[in-house]
């Protein structure tokens, strides 16, 4: 009997053997089963018995192979079940190498949703198996492999009797190209955001670039309104995306009976949350938010609230797209190309620089609320930009604002300028672009050359905000459709330093 055990996003075949020998009742499973492995005896035992069959009465010993594999979960309920049917000689021996099983039991009989379909589904494609038998709800997201069948059992009584050819059970299929238009609606718009044109711009030039933001204003003054809503202004994922983005999702059971990861994912993890839960881990490693959040947004709200370690856990990964836990049995890697999307207020009281309130903290603790976000991070963040309290007059404005699909559209076109420019390179967004790359792409004309000057002496810029700035201008250019980037460009690109501005 074959099932699988989770390897990061990938699926590795896992044998189910039975051996039902003379002896005193009992039931053992080996084969570095965790805790819910580990319950399954009994939930199995209850199955069986409610679902009209007998369970040996007699010693049984269940291998989980290979063994030097942590086995997690609750998936080896029904192949454990339907392997001790077989082995009391229910169930033909040639049926139970053809299929992949995955499933969890209720003590009724009835099969339960998984974690890992998906994977399971491309390694069974990969191995040239005939299909998988799994629960009805992680049917559809198993479909998107084509050229598996995909057999979607309710309850063990179905599976035995599939199994034994005695029921017919038609492949669950699906139209991926249907689906996915489908399911590629937002259900919010940047037409819903009063006021904050400029910000607006912003989000706009870090969507057509690729580029980290950092919004820095008050409460209340619409960050997380506006961040949530960056995924609908982003080009749309494209089918071979989605797919990539449903693996990691799969793996961690947040399907719930969808077929696919059809719009960007938006991530925001509250400040509390550990370094493993950002980047993924524990004792049988899994994906983090970071990696959830895969071709989408990671938004950190309150960011200088967030713990240290936490912070600085994100510089490999937004570096390199992936994320590697290593432990003492070998190395994970995740996916993790992701836009992080950062907010903070511009002080600890939230009001610094605010005309309407009062700020009462002082200098020294300004200065020191903002070092907590440390100089490598910020070395990430393209554009920093602030946010400033909305006013009335733009609260009450019944107008609707420009709408997602008209910022998309420029998106695009500015991202299609990139792949063309970037043709042959591994590079797909300006801010992929290395020191050699900005030599190239991001030279600017003589009088924006001077202007670029002048700013790095009188607000006394690093060199990474100037390699920031050229990026950033290179991409305000390609929005423009200009070829070379101007004074327009740097000058735009230079105002997104916002906090480069203050600090000086």
């Known amino acids: 009997m074959l099932s699988s055990a989770l390897q990061g996003i990938d699926a590795l075949l896992v044998e189910v053997e039975v051996d039902i020998a003379a002896g005193l009742p009992q039931m053992a499973v080996v084969g570095l089963p965790e805790g819910a492995v580990k319950e399954s005896k009994d939930r199995v035992r209850s199955a069986l018995k409610n679902s009209g069959y007998e369970f040996p009465q007699r010693k049984v010993t269940i291998n989980l192979a290979p063994a030097d594999i942590k086995k997690e979960g609750s998936a080896y309920d029904l192949p454990i079940a339907l392997g001790l049917l077989a082995a009391a000689g229910k169930l033909p021996p040639d ?4 299929y992949v099983i995955l499933g969890e039991l209720s003590l009724d009989g009835r099969v339960k949703a998984v974690r890992g379909a998906l994977p399971t589904a491309a390694t069974v494609k990969d191995k040239k198996l005939l ?7 992680n049917a559809l997201e198993a479909a998107v492999v084509n050229g598996c069948a995909v057999i979607a059992v309710a309850t063990l009584s179905e599976a035995f009797e599939f199994l034994r050819q005695e029921r017919d059970i038609a492949p669950t299929r699906l139209d991926l190209a249907e689906v996915f238009a489908a399911h590629a609606r937002y259900e919010i718009d940047f037409s819903d955001v009063k006021g904050q044109e400029h910000v607006k711009r912003a989000l706009e030039v870090a969507a057509a670039g690729g580029h980290n933001v950092i919004m820095v204003g008050p409460p209340g003054s619409g960050k997380t309104m506006l961040a949530k809503r960056l995924p609908t202004i982003l080009p749309a994922l494209t089918l071979a995306e989605a797919i990539d983005t449903t693996r990691v999702h799969s793996v961690m059971g947040l399907m719930d009976g969808r077929a696919l990861v059809a ?14 839960g950002l980047i993924g881990g524990g004792t049988i490693p899994k994906p983090g938010e970071v990696s959830l959040s895969h071709h989408g947004v990671l938004f950190l709200d309150e960011l200088p609230e967030f713990r240290k370690n936490v912070i600085e856990v994100l510089r490999q990964p937004l570096e390199e797209m992936r994320i590697t836990i290593s432990r003492a049995v070998g190395s994970i890697t995740y996916p993790a190309n992701v836009m992080l999307v950062a907010a903070m207020n511009p002080c600890p ?8 309130k009062e ?13 907590r976000i440390s100089g ?10 602030e946010v400033p309290a909305v006013k009335y007059k733009e609260l009450a404005d019944r107008a609707d604002g420009e709408s997602s699909a008209a910022i998309r559209a420029r998106v695009d076109q500015a991202r299609q300028v990139q792949l063309e420019r970037f043709q042959g390179r591994r590079l797909y967004c300006n801010a992929q672009m290395a020191s050699r790359d900005l030599k190239r792409f991001c030279t600017p004309d003589p009088a924006a050359e001077k202007l670029l000057e002048t700013a790095m002496a009188k607000l006394a810029l690093s060199a990474r905000a100037y390699t920031r700035i050229l990026k950033v201008a290179r991409t305000v250019a390609d929005l423009d459709g200009a070829a070379d980037i101007g004074p327009g460009h740097v000058s735009e690109a230079i105002q997104y330093r916002s906090l480069d501005r203050s600090f000086h």
């Open 95 to 98: 049926r139970l190498h053809d």
């Open 131 to 137: 299909g998988v038998l799994l629960p009805p709800d």
């Open 376 to 385: 490598p991070l910020l070395d990430r963040i393209d554009i920093q930009v």
């Open 349 to 356: 009281c939230g009001f610094y620089s605010d005309p309407q």
């Open 359 to 371: 700020c009462t903290c002082t200098l020294p603790q300004i200065q020191r609320y903002r070092a």
């Open 263 to 276: 719009t960007r994912p938006f991530r925001a993890p509250h400040h509390t949350i550990s370094d493993a």
